[in-house]
């Protein structure tokens, strides 16, 4: 089958719940609430019509649906959006449905998330010490546009993050590294508790021991001017070169040194009017947005892994 995606967008955009209501019978009608269904799987004739049959079967409705199938390859991604009544469709029941889909169709995976019923993904977050990216993480779990609870903070000593943190009540630790000692087995019993790893510009290699014990996935973030400009200031080498386009990126980390598959990745121009100060801080905000932007997305299932080193991204 070739190359196709669509979107099917219904009746309710942006809807996440719809809070009960009186009808015209003078009861309550149940709180609708958002769900979350993805699959990779073998791909083969009638998937769809089998996840809106399920769907609608429950009294559930579509909000939209995104699907992906490679082409020449046999294998099929999607997420589906729907609303639903928890009255009518239990979690148990959901759960139970959306896994007999996943064994008719052989999946490697399928999973479902309610999102406004479920417990929030725990992440952990290292840094160094640039804490632009730590502290709009922090920001962005503050004021709700990340959908996370934050297990604990791992950094270098920063007094105005120490205040924020004492203040939220979030664990933090100062954990100074080196070359020589990582700390990895101290740092692997912090974050053990967690979902995922946020690294918000740690600049520490995890090593293969470490990610082997971890065992789930970890988000890394950088600048966009590698391979060019490596080792110390990349951004002044980068200024100094004359460059006119900036970027930065986030992956998955693997054994392999930043090359892990991308979830998201964003540029910007520069140009001869822009100073070192200006050209630095176009940088770090692209990486603000870069891992705001993946850490959300990962949140709300919409990043798949895709032939081991690239990922599909909904």
Known sequence: ????????????PGLRTIHSSVNSEG?????????????????VVGIVSKLSECIAFR?????????????????????SEFVFDPASWPRDVMDNDFMNIGKLFQAERSVVRVPNADPKFKISILASKQDHCLVDVLHGWQDGRLPVDINCVIRSPNTHVVRFLERNGIPYYFMPTSSVDKREKEILNLVKGSDFLVLARYMQVLSANFLEGYGKDIINIHHGLLPSFKGSNPAKQAYDAGVKLIGATTHFVTPELDAGPIIEQMVERVSHRD????????????????????????????VLPYEGKKTVVF
């Open 1 to 12: 089958m070739a190359f196709w995606r669509k979107n099917f967008s219904g009746f309710l």
């Open 27 to 43: 009861t309550a009608a149940h709180t609708q609430l958002l769900g979350i269904h993805v699959l990779h799987c073998p791909d």
């Open 59 to 79: 009294g559930a409705n579509i909000h939209s649906v995104d699907v992906f199938v490679p082409e020449n390859k046999q294998v099929f991604y999607s997420r």
């Open 275 to 302: 100073t070192l100060e200006s050209f630095v801080a176009k940088s770090e905000n692209l990486e603000k947005q870069c891992l705001r932007k993946a850490i959300k997305s990962y949140c709300e299932l919409r």
